[in-house]
């Protein structure tokens, strides 16, 4: 059949472009554009490039919206074009201060990767929740401010699961979002590109799986040369920190910046930034080469003519590692006044130095884990009446450690700034096989201590350790309720953003018949609040001249009664953190014991673990003063362990119920 004149159109007339096959075809100019630009290969871009060219931020995800810049953070150039498929390093590591425009520098690769080389990719935060966070306030506002991505990405239907919060398709690819305590989202699928976000934040086993970068790494082992993985993380603790022993192995590459005095290169360190003391506007940075004040209106030339330096040889030739500090953050952000300023008011403050050096000069933190002299504790012991609350404290907490012929329980009160007074140590007899023994431990629940106001205190919320005979503490902790009793789990490990996690189900027994998931379990990362406890005795106390004065006790001090024994006091300060080498030669933190029994440790780390899960870290300061008003103390009026200037008595009305607990509540 032939097909008419009038509709025909020549081939050589289209590949040519001869009008006489244009003219009497409606639509062919545009047939030919769309061919001709089909024909055309992708620009060979670079992760910066494509960035720059396709990036916009959005006024939701970034301080500075509209098109993304790669000058602005000169620094971040080279760390995303090794991330390009033409680059041939595999594994990229960025040990960084905070709000270095890292993540942005991440996200610039999840863009590119889905326009110009799609395939499967992974991209892991810390927690699965964090990740549902990360995809609605940072990967949504990425697709859709960026038509090239928009186009690519499937909508979000309601019946279509190729767009949803945690998984996005593309042609040729996929994104999957997960986070490092699911062991599921880690194994889902294979993927060529991974992107690991804030590693030193990730759980130290996924679902008690293994190491989540381990797991998540092995998802890439079967595109060989292809594959690429990205690192990156603020340090945390020197020994314990996943970022700065991959970078360690890494080449160790240092952003070296030039003079505009002398010219010397130089990457920027703390120690040369010089300031008068008490005035942070004064603060310049002093060249190591001529010694001269460099202001920081230098800076943005001095990041445009910066260059990344290895200074190390890397154990493996794909991996390249780069670390930077705050003192590079572009003008407008983080400046050298804010950072000097930042330093002076940590000063007198463990926490807050470790958070400079970890936030803002991106350095881990060294860990002092020596156990304070148990005889130097005896000596500063306090003296209030035997069973009583002192006013500072504001509710109660226990930790149950449960041995083979015994439940040992500490009960210890807590006030503002997480200072502590222990108020009661006992000892039931009988293990867990003794039927009276967790009767004695019920009957505890019930108790009450008489508050130095006048109010009545039950014990909040009792953290009970399940490493022996965990089904019978699974059975008991079911059979008096999970809101005020809390099953936990020691594991070895710091983790500072999130020490206590869960709960999780495991099963139960009762009457005999298994309940599945009839139990609750929390894990709790040991290390990190033996660490705390150590760290908060270590703290200078007032003088009794300066108490008179009316100065406290510093946040954190933990206040040791009279009656308190010496066993108890040696089981207390009973471990010390060690450095130890692994076969690899990588230096890691562990706590070795000191003596045999540390019973009074572990009961401390129950009972400030159950602080954490009553959420007591994170009240704000109208929740303090409630629990103030309940028991009639004014903060003001406290002085020290317990002692005020004036009595005042307990108000009636609101009840400490409101907040948590069980059985009455808290009074």
Not at 45 to 53: G, N
Not at 143 to 172: H, Q, W, Y
Not at 283 to 289: M, Q, T, V
Not at 443 to 450: E, F, M, T, V
Request: proline share 6%.
């Amino acid at each position: 059949m032939s097909v008419p004149t009038s509709t025909s159109l020549p081939r050589s007339g289209l590949i040519s472009g001869d009008d006489d096959g244009l003219t009497d075809f409606d639509g062919a100019a545009e047939i030919l554009r769309t061919w001709g630009a089909g024909l055309t290969p992708d620009p060979d871009l670079t992760v910066s490039q494509w960035a720059d060219k396709h990036r916009m931020l959005s006024g939701r995800a970034s301080a500075e919206p509209g098109r993304y810049r790669t000058a602005r953070t000169p620094y971040v150039r080279e760390i995303m074009d090794r991330l390009s498929p033409g680059d041939t390093m595999q594994r990229i590591v960025f040990m960084k201060a905070a709000q270095v425009g890292a993540t942005e520098a991440g996200n610039n690769w999840i863009g590119f990767a889905i326009h110009q080389a799609p395939g499967p990719m992974l991209a892991v935060q810390p927690t699965v929740e964090l990740a549902k966070r990360n995809s609605r306030q940072r990967i949504d506002p990425l697709i859709d401010e960026s038509p090239d991505l928009r186009e690519r990405v499937k909508p979000a239907r309601s019946r279509d699961a190729g767009n949803t919060m945690l998984s996005k398709e593309f042609a040729g690819g996929i994104l999957i979002m997960t986070g490092a305590n699911s062991a599921v989202g880690l194994r889902s699928t294979p993927a060529r590109y991974i992107f690991l976000d804030e590693v030193d934040a990730y759980p130290a086993s996924a679902d008690e799986e293994g190491d989540p970068v381990t797991l998540a790494e092995a998802r890439s082992l079967t595109f060989a040369h292809r594959r690429k993985v990205l690192l990156v993380s603020t340090p945390t603790i020197r020994g314990l920190s996943r970022i700065e022993r991959e970078y360690e192995a890494s080449d160790q590459r240092r952003f070296f910046v030039p003079c505009p005095h002398c010219g010397h290169d130089q990457w920027l360190k703390f120690d040369r930034l010089r300031w008068q003391k008490g005035k942070p506007e004064t603060a310049e940075y002093h060249c190591e080469g001529c010694d001269q004040p460099i202001g920081e209106h230098h800076k943005t030339a001095m990041l445009e003519a910066g260059e990344w330096r290895a200074t190390a040889v890397a154990a493996d030739p794909t991996t390249v590692g780069y670390h930077l500090s705050a003192l590079y953050s572009p003008i407008g952000w983080l400046s050298w006044e804010r950072i000097v300023r930042s330093w002076e008011t940590a000063q007198g403050s463990d926490e807050a130095i470790k958070a400079f050096r970890n936030t803002i000069l991106g350095e881990t933190w060294v860990e002092t884990g020596e156990a304070p002299d148990w005889q130097r504790l005896y000596d500063r012991r306090e003296r209030w009446t035997s069973g009583t609350v002192p006013a500072g404290g504001l509710f109660l907490t226990a930790g149950a450690d449960v041995q083979k012929d015994r439940i040992e329980v500490d009960v210890w009160a807590w006030g503002r700034g997480l200072e502590s007074w222990l108020v009661d140590h006992i000892v039931i007899e009988g293990g867990p096989d003794r039927h009276d023994a967790w009767s004695e431990l019920t009957a505890l629940l019930d108790r009450s201590w008489p508050h130095e106001r006048g109010a009545h205190l039950r014990i909040a919320r009792l953290a009970i350790d399940t490493g022996y005979e965990a089904p019978a503490v699974y059975s008991w902790s079911r059979a008096q309720g999970f809101g005020q009793v809390s099953p936990v789990k020691g594991v070895e490990g710091f983790n500072r953003s999130s020490p206590v996690s869960g709960p999780t189900f495991v099963d139960a027994t009762e009457g005999g018949k298994r309940l599945r998931r009839g139990a609750r379990l929390w894990t709790v990362a040991v290390s990190t609040f033996k660490a705390e406890t150590y760290r908060f005795l270590r703290l200078e106390r007032p003088t009794e001249e300066d108490m008179a004065e009316g100065a406290a006790f510093p946040p954190g001090s933990v206040h040791l009664p009279q009656w308190v024994e010496n066993e108890w006091l040696k089981q207390f300060v009973a471990e010390q953190l060690v450095t130890v080498r692994t076969k690899r030669g990588f230096a890691r933190l562990e706590w070795q014991k000191l003596r045999e029994r540390n019973e009074a440790l572990d009961c401390r780390v129950y009972a400030r673990a159950a602080v954490w899960i009553a959420g007591a870290d994170r009240w704000t300061d109208e929740k303090w003063r409630d629990l103030e008003d309940q028991l009639g103390v004014a903060p003001t009026e406290i002085a020290g362990a317990g002692r005020v200037n004036r009595p005042q008595a307990a108000p009636q009305g609101k009840r400490q119920s409101d907040w948590l607990g069980r059985r009455g509540g808290w009074f």
